[in-house]
């Protein structure tokens, strides 16, 4: 019971804000008798998110835009967690490497589109690719920020109980110590996917959510173009509290 | 197990060991000049001395987490080359697991040990036990207070029998009476396991209260300035003639020490 009333608490402020936004919105279109097909009314988007939940396309969209993300994701983290790890513990390799990300990391995922496009052509690798920029660099940082601020008493307290091998050590010490950063790591980057792989719709796909959108943009229908983007923040929402529930529930905390 | 079947001390031995670092800035720091001494097998040592007199360094090269520059460590008949279960370790700051429950932390060095399962847990219920924690097994260790993640910690460090026990001023944290308190627990488990142990503190009443002999140590760089055997049966009176002698005693080498580590420290701060 308690937990349900808690899930509710967090979900009572997000409705109140959604109402909100819908009267302001209903109000904007009442004032300027905004062109329907420019701005058209809640009610009439609405209709338009059941139709297109009724033919398959909104579910079918979003299914593909979540897969290029999760796949892209996983992949970041099967590479960005044990790098970050390693790097976390080498001097010498973040000497290394450090550099190298810090060069990368101010150009925004955005900006490998065209390369992107040009490399892989308009299909599923294009996408993947600029997915994997947008969430590799979050993850790698948070597991190397979260190795670095393992307090060296536990380490050494590992040494003393049997940790005689690295290997044993980054399991049952360097691990889990760094795990609560690495999830918050993983938390974040699944943001930043989530809105590269949008982007990366918008420019070139024939499917997903970002397809949906720059397409009702085309048709000159911006009913379809917002079922597109409120399916985003919806699910942004949902994969956010996701994330948190799992840090809570599952991860150690001091 | 326990009281059944102690697994007795082993003797340290300290030959010639010196620690010189490098700073920050580059200048080579002379943390510990050539120390000599022998620890007996089952003896409980307590090293005072003012702050950054080496003893840290000391305990942390005996623990094997660093190299001696010179020197050697040996213990029994073995050289200390790295950190080993067989030699345990209380710290100031507890070091417990935070993402394991109070059992689970006294479970680690057992299953390192390759102990099975259900014996794990019945060592470290037995070993809980010993520390009055029996109703806390299952909690997590952000649940405790400071004095009872210092009974977890003493736990931990005698549940996998090891033959030598360092303390790095383990009750430096807490509260006097919680200190006074655990200080009790500490010689109970010790006169039942007969380990070999290693105390660090800054505390002189608690170095005479504990210690079978107190190292005072000189300020940096840091050597043996004197030893004192203690000899007041066990549980010692703090308020006894005695106690107050050596409490005299030690105060005065300390003394002497104390003056030229604020005249080091002066010196440093001034430069």
Known sequence: ?254 | MGNSNPSSGKPITIRDVSKIYESKNGDLVEALTPVNMEIAAGEFVVIVGPSGCGKSTLLYMLAGFSKPTDGKISVGADLITGPDIDRGMVFQSYALFPWLSVAGNVEFGLERKGVPKTERRAIALQYLQTVGLQDFVDKQVSELSGGMKQRVAIARAFATEPSIIFMDEPFGALDALTRRFLQKELLRIWQAHKKTVVFITHSVPEAIFLGDRIIVMTARPGNIKSEIRVDLPHPRDTTSDGFRNYERRIYADLDDELVKAFDLEGRAAGA
Request: charged share 15%; with cysteine; proline share 5%.
């Open chain 1, 1 to 254: 019971m308690k937990r349900i009333a808690f899930g509710l608490r967090g979900v009572v402020p997000l409705l109140l804000a959604a109402t909100a936004i819908v009267i302001v919105w209903q109000m904007v279109v009442v004032i300027t008798r905004a062109e329907p097909s420019l701005l058209p009314a809640p009610w009439s988007v609405a209709k338009t998110f059941a139709h297109l939940v009724g033919t398959g396309e909104l579910l079918i969209d979003t299914g593909v835009s979540l897969a290029r993300v999760v796949s892209a994701w996983l992949l970041s983290a099967i590479v960005a967690i044990p790098l970050g790890l390693a790097m976390g513990r080498s001097r010498a390799l973040e000497r290394i490497v450090d550099p190298v990300i810090e060069l990368f990391r101010p150009i925004s995922p955005l900006a490998w589109i065209p390369l992107a496009i040009l490399w892989f052509g308009i299909g599923e690798t294009g996408k993947v690719f600029i997915v994997i920029i947008g969430t590799f660099f979050p993850i790698l940082l948070a597991t190397v920020a979260g190795v670095k601020s393992i307090d060296s008493v536990l380490v050494h307290a590992g040494q003393v109980l049997g940790c005689n091998t690295p290997a044993s050590l980054f399991r049952k010490v360097i691990l889990p110590a760094s795990l609560p950063s690495i999830v918050v790591g993983l938390r974040i980057s699944f943001g930043t996917g989530w809105a590269a792989i949008i982007a990366a719709e918008l420019v070139a796909a024939r499917s997903g959510l970002g397809y949906l959108i720059s397409n009702g943009m085309e048709i000159l229908r911006a009913d379809q173009v917002l079922v597109g983007m409120i399916m985003i923040g919806v699910l942004g929402v949902c994969f956010d509290a996701f994330f948190r529930y799992l840090n809570r529930r599952v991860i150690w905390s001091t």
